[in-house]
């Protein structure tokens, strides 16, 4: 696996000669989720207040196309109605994505697979539930608008996943309908930034094609970047992530 990866990634910095370009950005904060549930039998709302969540993405390319890898992993506390008793309402879930990202001077888009974790509640009778988890495969289209001043950078991501899985497991099938989420991110500084960002997450599905699920999170932290662009050709290494320093800046 290692030695695919780096052959990718001196492919991708062979098809354009003149720069090469690194990121790492880590970003780690509060979460809150809102989780709507309807079965034949119960309708009813879970909430997670003082939810965490954390997420880093690694990029390496050129100035055109570059990988992208990374992961996160998000802790819930979900509360339920006075009426509900809730299992194992404390649950962590992961992510993790590869894929590919080109990049134009007025928007990059991006094309993933990510593996994520899907919640879903076990209805041991009428008033008792008990809180699971199970990874499903989606992919995933993503496109980011930016703009910039002096010494700043403004970026928006926008992502929808399809499903390619449904899992099965001792409760039944997960069916996925579709995930979105949506970041805006406020950086400072230049080959090292620090900002904060924010943003929301929406799913979903249905479990044995019955019990329904939407579940929607609203995150916000701090975020902190690494970047920087090395010429090819005719040119020596770029100061940082400054627009005149990168022709497509913002990395």
Do not use: C
Not at 70 to 85: H, L, Q, V
Not at 89 to 114: C, D, V
Not at 170 to 191: H, L, N, P, Q
Not at 208 to 227: E, H, M, P, V, W
């Amino acid at each position: 696996m290692r030695r695919i990866a780096l052959s990718l990634a001196g492919l991708l910095i062979a098809m354009d000669a003149h720069a090469a370009f690194y990121s790492l950005t880590l970003d780690g904060g509060y979460l809150y989720s809102r989780w709507e549930y309807q079965s034949p039998t119960s309708t009813f709302s879970l909430l997670s207040r003082a939810g965490q969540t954390a997420r880093g993405t690694f990029t390496v390319g050129s100035k055109r196309l570059e990988l992208i890898a990374g992961g996160g992993i998000d802790n819930f506390k979900f509360t339920a109605p006075e009426t509900r008793m809730l299992t194992a309402a404390e649950i962590s879930t992961s992510m993790y994505l590869a894929g590919l990202r080109y990049k134009t001077p007025s928007i990059w888009t991006s094309l993933t697979f990510q593996a994520k974790d899907a919640l879903f509640l076990v209805e041991n009778s009428p008033t008792a539930f008990e809180l699971k988890k199970a990874g499903v495969g989606f992919a995933v289209g993503g496109i980011t608008l930016f703009g910039w001043g002096q010494g700043y950078k403004i970026t928006i991501d926008g992502e929808y996943g399809i499903p390619v899985s449904s899992p099965k497991n001792d409760y039944g099938t997960i069916k996925m309908s579709y995930f979105t989420r949506g970041t805006a991110r406020v950086e400072f500084g230049s080959v090292f930034r620090v900002g904060v960002f924010t943003g929301i997450e929406n799913q979903e599905y249905l479990m044995n094609s019955t019990n329904k699920f939407y579940r929607s999170d609203f995150f916000g932290g701090l975020t902190i970047a690494i970047g920087a662009g090395k010429s090819g050709k005719g040119g020596g290494g770029s100061k940082g992530w400054g627009s005149g320093n990168v022709p497509n800046y913002p990395l």
